[in-house]
Nanobody, 123 residues
């Protein structure tokens, strides 16, 4: 049983910061690239960031580049998303995802998903 559990979401004002965490279990964590995607009500799931299995390569969507940082700690089976300079348009449910070996910027190419954590950014 694979389980990805996100935490760290909440309500913040524009310009603020949040750090999301995703704890993975039931899979060989270091063999999987990890990603974060988000989904706002009525919108398609959107790719946000990804990190290679080793942590030596990252990729970001243009909308978050320079503001968000993805990282991972394989010893803790955890991936993080540090979100700075948050904007109201960042408001969404954020999902942690896993993909075997290599990451993808396409949400439908990930194999496993967490339940999501709500991030709300007020004006």
């Amino acid at each position: 049983q694979v389980q990805l559990v996100e935490s760290g979401g909440g309500l913040v004002q524009a310009g603020g910061s949040l750090r999301l965490s995703c704890l993975a279990s039931g899979l060989p964590f270091s063999s999987y690239a990890m990603g974060w995607c988000r989904q706002a009500p009525g919108k398609e799931r959107e790719f946000v960031a990804a990190i290679s299995w080793s942590g030596d390569s990252t990729y970001y969507s243009d909308s978050v580049k320079g503001r968000f940082t993805i990282s991972r700690d394989n010893a803790k089976n955890t991936v993080y998303l540090q979100m700075n300079s948050l904007k109201p348009e960042d408001t969404a449910v954020y999902f942690c995802a896993a993909r075997y070996y290599t990451y993808s910027a396409r949400p439908n190419e990930y194999n496993y998903w967490g339940q999501g954590t709500q991030v709300t950014v007020s004006s």
